[in-house]
């Protein structure tokens, strides 16, 4: 395994990019073998590497799902490959281990969040920023930086909202977007993710204004704009000497004068890509017509009946033009080109004296008119986003207006027509491409960022030195109060038995709703033996041993974005709501009781908190309690920062519950137990791939479950059942 060198300057920095659907390799990445191997994946690793080799990197690990399967290379399930001296690829266990599209992970991803928390453990060293890539990474993200109190980037690369937007537009219905990408799932990982985040990298301001936008969590003050990199190893300015190639020919014999100028279009045969206007704007410009050749590449086709809708209707329309303004040998329209051979492509129309035209409908971006430009290929492109801030910056060709087929084709001319100025636009976009859009430039922007976000460092935790079997223990037994540890006292006291029997290698806990005092109250009423450690108030505060020391660290790490006093107002206006007695409140918990009659939906709430710009967690139990905590506090999250400090991995600890509160805690790679006589609210967790559900009822349920999993048996040091992040 390569060892990280511990040597980090004052000024370096250890960067985590997550990225977890698809099939990520260092070398030959098998871009479009699926739809979810394609530019984010790309784009991570190129990232990675050159970001690697910027001095004020210490480190760079990209983080993806862990993939065994047979129908994939064995690559995939490396725990680790290293890239360059200062970056790797660590694979993290997330589910099974057979490779799955993106929109089944979802139930995965807790799991994989405890995994990479084992695996930081083990290496013993915590990012100074983790950068989520897409939604399910934002989700790993936000729970881990949460966690470790590590500032947090994101990018989405494409968006639920956006998808959903026009997936309604086509006719779709809401359960069927739910059903076939889990969009619901998608949009509220993205919304904690852009919550969450420190700054948000989007590729160009038009993505920001068009689509982050339809995010409440949107904030423009934490939107950062870096245009992403052009492989300018790939696409360069054709050297003298060139080599025919089957693209050229495939393009030459369509050409009753291959050598003019080659007016060049390449996007995919889709409607809003407008091919057919440029068609007609070459087709009824005499001079142009006279003068170059029209070259359109779009997509590969055997049969067009075989095409989906959009590209079948743009192919009969270009075919009808071309037949009706009788273009025969002066357009070439190949069936077939190969990824690769796009360079080639590109460097034949420079050495043509070409001209790159993309008029299409909106251009958010507009990745081709950079490699068109790197190329050596000035350009004519929509008056639009993308291509707005590219020809700003290059200076490489001439915007137009994508509806106006006369002023296309004049600007196509203009373009060509001046061998000088063709070649000032062609100088001009090259330098541009490399000034504003190599990944260096990319880079050397995107650490500028990183350095404002880690200026202020964390936190150092004021750290309670673990005491007794905190010390000694290897596994935990945490389990909720009321309807769970108590309620039945026969195997109560079995339980307190077996527990006394664990000795010092079982710590054992309790997670509760109750408020410290009135939790000691019950364990005492119930004669269970004092805890090593007490989780109370909804796991907003922890208190450790007989001295009942307070965990002062915690405290500090979830006040982060805590505003008590706006969340008591802001509730003010559901009526449904109403407060309980004093001593449900507590300095991180606002809590209520839901008015007998009436209804109340926690989503409502989320709804007006969202708007709001509050951020709380809204934790809803048997139907009644309402609980506002901290974004840093849980049953869960308390149970994590413990694990991570007591040095004891998930797979040890055995979480017990009934009901809303305890969710969150059962959930992941902990052992959860179910109680027979649970509440209504945790019907779903059935779904969960590693949550037991007892027949038992209260402490019977728990003794099940220790049973289930062999959890206090002398030979498990550690549990079977549980895969650990690095095999
Ligand atoms: C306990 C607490 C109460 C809380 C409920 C649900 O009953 O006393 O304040 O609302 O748990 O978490
Ligand atoms: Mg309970």
Redo the contacts with the bound molecule.
């Keep these: 395994m390569a060892v990280v060198s511990d040597f980090k300057t004052a000024k370096q920095r250890y960067v985590m990019l997550i990225s977890v659907h698809g099939l990520i390799r260092g070398k030959n990445l098998e871009l479009g073998r699926d739809a979810d191997t394609g530019g984010q994946t790309k784009y991570v690793v190129e990232v990675a590497k050159v970001l690697a080799e910027h001095p004020d990197i210490a480190q760079v690990d990209v983080v993806t799902r862990r993939v065994s399967d047979r129908k994939v290379a064995g690559e995939y399930s490396r725990p680790l490959e290293v890239l360059s001296p200062k970056a790797r690829i660590v694979r993290i266990n997330c589910g099974p281990d057979k490779y799955l599209p993106k929109e089944h992970l979802w139930p995965h991803l807790d799991g994989m969040v405890d995994h990479l928390l084992d695996w930081l453990r083990s290496e013993g060293k915590v990012p100074d920023l983790i950068h989520g890539h897409y939604a399910d990474a934002g989700y790993v993200a936000a729970r881990i930086s949460g966690l470790l109190g590590v500032p947090m980037a994101f990018t989405g690369h494409s968006l639920g909202r956006t998808k959903k937007q026009s997936l309604l537009a086509g006719g779709a219905t809401e359960e069927q977007l739910e059903r076939r990408y889990r969009l619901g799932r998608r949009i509220d990982a993205e919304e904690s993710a852009l919550d969450s985040a420190t700054f948000v990298v989007a590729s160009t301001q038009q993505e920001v204004d068009e689509q982050y936008q339809l995010y409440d969590q949107c904030d423009s003050n934490r939107m950062r704009v870096i245009p992403p990199g052009v492989d300018l190893k790939r696409f360069a300015p054709p050297a003298r000497t060139s080599t025919s190639s089957k693209a050229e020919s495939d393009i030459r014999r369509f050409l009753s004068a291959p050598e003019k100028p080659m007016v060049l279009a390449l996007s995919r045969p889709d409607p809003k890509k407008n091919i057919p206007r440029l068609v007609e704007a070459f087709a009824t410009n005499k001079a142009l017509r006279q003068m170059a050749n029209l070259v359109i590449i779009a997509g590969n086709r055997d049969k067009i009946a075989d095409l989906d809708r959009g590209a079948r209707e743009t192919w009969w329309k270009l075919l009808e033009l071309i037949d009706e303004h009788d273009l025969y040998g002066s357009v070439a329209y190949p069936k077939h080109h190969r990824a690769d051979d796009v360079p080639i492509i590109f460097q034949l129309a420079a050495r043509h004296r070409g001209v790159f035209v993309n008029a299409a409908l909106t251009e958010p971006f507009g990745l081709t008119i950079l490699e068109a430009a790197a190329s050596g290929i000035p350009v004519v492109a929509t008056n639009d986003g993308g291509p707005r801030e590219i020809l700003s910056r290059c200076k490489n060709g001439i915007l137009v207006d994508p509806l106006d087929v006369p002023g296309l084709g004049e600007a196509i001319l203009t373009t060509l027509k001046d061998a000088n100025q063709w070649r000032r636009l062609q100088k001009s976009g090259v330098r541009g491409v490399e000034k504003n859009y190599s990944w260096r430039a990319h880079v050397d922007t995107y650490v500028k960022y990183v350095h404002d976000a880690t200026r202020t460092t964390s936190s150092a935790r004021k750290l309670v030195q673990p005491r007794g079997r905190l010390l000694t223990a290897d596994r935990m037994l945490i389990t909720d109060i ?1 309807n769970t540890l108590i309620g039945k006292k026969e195997p109560l006291r079995k339980l307190i038995d077996q527990i006394r029997r664990a000795g010092s290698k079982l710590a054992f806990g309790v997670a ?4 410290l005092d ?1 939790a000691l109250q019950a364990l005492e009423e119930n004669r269970v033996d004092p805890p090593d450690f007490l989780i109370t108030s ?1 796991g907003t505060s922890i208190h450790y041993g007989t001295g009942l020391v307070e965990d002062r660290g915690w405290q500090y790490h979830i006040g982060y974005r805590w505003h008590p006093e706006r969340l008591r107002k802001i509730t003010e206006s559901f009526e449904a709501l109403m407060w ?1 007695e004093n ?2 409140q507590d300095t991180h ?1 606002i ?1 209520f009781i839901v008015r007998e009659g009436h209804t109340f939906d926690p989503a409502d709430l989320h709804a007006v908190l969202r708007r709001a710009r509050l951020q709380a967690q809204v ?1 809803f ?1 048997h139907g009644t ?3 506002l905590l901290p974004v840093r506090a849980s049953k869960g999250l308390a149970i994590r920062y413990l694990a991570i400090r007591l040095g004891i991995p998930l797979d040890m600890v055995l979480t017990a519950g009934d009901s809303g ?1 305890d969710e969150d805690m059962l959930r992941g790679n902990t052992l959860g137990v179910v109680v027979g006589n649970h509440d209504p609210d945790l019907h779903h967790l059935r779904e969960e791939p590693r949550i037991y559900f007892a027949q038992g009822t209260h402490a019977r349920g728990i003794l099940e479950g220790i049973e289930h999993y062999r959890f206090l048996d002398e030979s498990a040091s550690r549990i079977p059942l549980a895969s650990s992040a690095m095999g």
């Design positions: 009321d509760t709703g109750r408020r009135l909804v309980q001593e449900g918990k809590s934790i139990s309690y309402l609980d509160n």
